[in-house]
């Protein structure tokens, strides 16, 4: 149990964007680093307000992903408090390494969150294997948390991802109807909100489409007609 | 037996103000101390609906989807992605009991009247009661007509109206529904996310809460779902919930 280890131990540790260190009686979790200045200290009652914007003040939907705010830390005055704030910063993390690192994580295909989904995301289930290939990589490579139901032995450091977020159900969702009209690709803009994919220019859905529908590289199978990029 | 309580809501990816309510019950019912742990999930928002039931240690666990309406998210989404069964549901060890939503409770009347009071209705004003609404099912106008005739038979204002987003009885014709000269809106939304803050405010034209036509005026009050007798909505909801056998 290699985290709870750690908090029972009160040594160093990382997770995701965070680290842990133990000052004396306190805990110390702490953002990415703000550069020269001292970290601004956060109170737990509103870690999980301050940790829902990125620097740029930019909702994020999706708590793994890589837009921690930088330059803060929170002090714990227990190990309860600690995981506490673990939890507000990642959800539902802890449990589910313990649950990996024990063997019952419960993990669900992707295939199986998408057929389930109704009304407007049915659509996802639609999409092709290739674009769910695409999809994963344009949003899962932006999240500290590895996907347990692709194929592969996760890290030791790993925080695995059971089961398909609602955010990638949503990116299933449009690129299953690109499939069928691709559109035009635009420059990316990383202040557009992060989860909007209809958004020309949105950050992830540029990533899709420039791996999705990019010109395949010279052989005998092509998936469909290059574009023109 | 530990008991868990969950509160079920909807979640935005867009929008963060939409769970924003669902956290602050969460807290004043922790405060409270009626349930071992309280737990919040989404459907859009993390954490989410289908893993909530196992993260919790408790093994009495009553879910209140914190929605108005009994309808496309209470009957088939929630269920299926908490893998319920019914009102009861028996689940890894779990007894998992799974209330109606606030939006069928009748002291949620109360908290309508106590928004209309706070933006100054009084017994000679008309209030209309907002809900989304939607052609697609029927089932989501149903809570709304039943709120607002609680609200008309507590007698506090002149004349109460149910109107909606998106179906018929239309917001925009809250003037020929309700004849008095002034009239307040209560939303009847969980939070104050884009509707409430601002599709319907354009849509209505309401500027600085209030809107003037001819000699009549319209204001706007602030969500039901935001307010802090919810929470007591919830645990009502939760403690009848308890027992079910």
């Given at each position: 149990?290699?985290?709870?280890?750690?908090?029972?131990?009160?040594?160093?540790?990382?997770?995701?964007?965070?680290?842990?260190?133990?000052?004396?009686?306190?805990?110390?979790?702490?953002?990415?680093?703000?550069?020269?200045?001292?970290?601004?200290?956060?109170?737990?009652?509103?870690?999980?307000?301050?940790?829902?914007?990125?620097?740029?003040?930019?909702?994020?939907?999706l708590?793994?992903?890589?837009?921690?705010?930088?330059?803060?830390?929170?002090?714990?005055?227990?190990?309860?408090?600690?995981?506490?704030?673990?939890?507000?910063?990642?959800?539902?993390?802890?449990?589910?390494?313990?649950?990996?690192?024990?063997?019952?994580?419960?993990v669900v295909a992707l295939d199986d969150v998408l057929q389930r989904q109704?009304?407007r995301y049915a659509l996802a289930a639609g999409l092709s294997g290739k674009g769910r290939e695409a999809a994963c990589r344009a949003l899962c490579s932006r999240c500290?948390?590895t996907p347990s139901w692709q194929e592969g032995?996760?890290?030791?450091?790993?925080?695995?991802c059971?089961e398909a977020c609602s955010v990638l159900i949503a990116l299933c969702r449009e690129a299953a109807l690109w499939e069928s009209s691709p559109p035009a690709p635009s420059p990316a803009?990383?202040?557009?909100?992060f989860a909007q994919f209809e958004a020309p220019g949105n950050e992830v859905r540029e990533a899709y489409l420039a791996a999705h529908f990019a010109a395949p590289p010279p052989g005998p199978v092509q998936h469909r007609p290059a574009r023109r990029r | 037996?530990?008991?868990?309580?969950?509160?079920?809501?909807?979640?935005?990816?867009?929008?963060?103000?939409?769970?924003?309510?669902?956290?602050?019950?969460?807290?004043?019912?922790?405060?409270?101390?009626?349930?071992?742990?309280?737990?919040?999930?989404?459907?859009?928002?993390?954490?989410?609906?289908?893993?909530?039931?196992?993260?919790?240690?408790?093994?009495?666990?009553?879910?209140?989807?914190?929605?108005?309406?009994?309808?496309?998210?209470?009957?088939?989404?929630?269920?299926?992605?908490?893998?319920?069964?019914?009102?009861?549901?028996?689940?890894?060890?779990?007894?998992?009991?799974?209330?109606?939503?606030?939006?069928?409770?009748?002291?949620?009347?109360?908290?309508?009247?106590?928004?209309?009071?706070?933006?100054?209705?009084?017994?000679?004003?008309?209030?209309?009661?907002?809900?989304?609404?939607?052609?697609?099912?029927?089932?989501?106008?149903?809570?709304?007509?039943?709120?607002?005739?609680?609200?008309?038979?507590?007698?506090?204002?002149?004349?109460?109206?149910?109107?909606?987003?998106?179906?018929?009885?239309?917001?925009?014709?809250?003037?020929?529904?309700?004849?008095?000269?002034?009239?307040?809106?209560?939303?009847?939304?969980?939070?104050?996310?884009?509707?409430?803050?601002?599709?319907?405010?354009?849509?209505?034209?309401?500027?600085?809460?209030?809107?003037?036509?001819?000699?009549?005026?319209?204001?706007?009050?602030?969500?039901?779902?935001?307010?802090?007798?919810?929470?007591?909505?919830?645990?009502?909801?939760?403690?009848?919930?308890?027992?079910?056998?």
């Amino acid at each position: 149990m290699r985290i709870e280890a750690a908090i029972a131990a009160r040594t160093s540790f990382r997770l995701g964007e965070i680290e842990v260190r133990f000052d004396g009686p306190v805990a110390v979790v702490s953002g990415p680093p703000g550069g020269d200045t001292a970290p601004v200290e956060v109170s737990l009652e509103v870690l999980r307000e301050f940790v829902r914007a990125d620097d740029h003040g930019r909702y994020r939907p999706l708590p793994g992903a890589r837009t921690l705010p930088h330059g803060w830390e929170v002090r714990c005055a227990s190990a309860g408090e600690l995981r506490t704030a673990i939890d507000e910063v990642y959800p539902l993390a802890l449990q589910h390494i313990s649950q990996h690192e024990r063997g019952d994580l419960r993990v669900v295909a992707l295939d199986d969150v998408l057929q389930r989904q109704s009304g407007r995301y049915a659509l996802a289930a639609g999409l092709s294997g290739k674009g769910r290939e695409a999809a994963c990589r344009a949003l899962c490579s932006r999240c500290v948390r590895t996907p347990s139901w692709q194929e592969g032995t996760l890290p030791e450091e790993a925080i695995p991802c059971p089961e398909a977020c609602s955010v990638l159900i949503a990116l299933c969702r449009e690129a299953a109807l690109w499939e069928s009209s691709p559109p035009a690709p635009s420059p990316a803009n990383p202040t557009l909100p992060f989860a909007q994919f209809e958004a020309p220019g949105n950050e992830v859905r540029e990533a899709y489409l420039a791996a999705h529908f990019a010109a395949p590289p010279p052989g005998p199978v092509q998936h469909r007609p290059a574009r023109r990029r | 037996m530990a008991r868990a309580l969950v509160l079920a809501g909807h979640g935005s990816h867009l929008d963060p103000a939409s769970s924003r309510p669902v956290h602050e019950h969460a807290l004043r019912l922790r405060a409270r101390g009626t349930f071992d742990e309280v737990r919040c999930a989404f459907w859009k928002e993390e954490p989410p609906l289908s893993r909530i039931l196992e993260a919790c240690d408790a093994d009495d666990v009553t879910i209140v989807p914190v929605f108005i309406s009994n309808g496309y998210f209470t009957r088939t989404v929630l269920p299926r992605e908490m893998g319920l069964t019914g009102p009861i549901s028996h689940m890894s060890g779990k007894l998992v009991r799974y209330t109606e939503p606030v939006g069928s409770h009748p002291a949620l009347a109360e908290v309508i009247v106590e928004r209309a009071l706070e933006a100054g209705a009084g017994p000679a004003t008309g209030v209309a009661v907002l809900g989304h609404g939607t052609p697609r099912n029927p089932e989501s106008e149903r809570n709304v007509f039943f709120q607002a005739g609680l609200v008309a038979k507590m007698g506090h204002f002149a004349a109460v109206a149910a109107v909606f987003l998106e179906q018929e009885p239309n917001m925009r014709d809250v003037f020929q529904r309700l004849d008095t000269r002034e009239i307040v809106m209560v939303p009847l939304f969980v939070a104050e996310g884009w509707h409430v803050g601002v599709s319907i405010p354009m849509d209505m034209a309401i500027g600085a809460g209030e809107l003037r036509r001819d000699d009549r005026t319209l204001r706007f009050a602030a969500p039901v779902g935001t307010h802090p007798l919810l929470a007591g909505v919830i645990n009502d909801l939760a403690s009848a919930a308890a027992a079910w056998r």
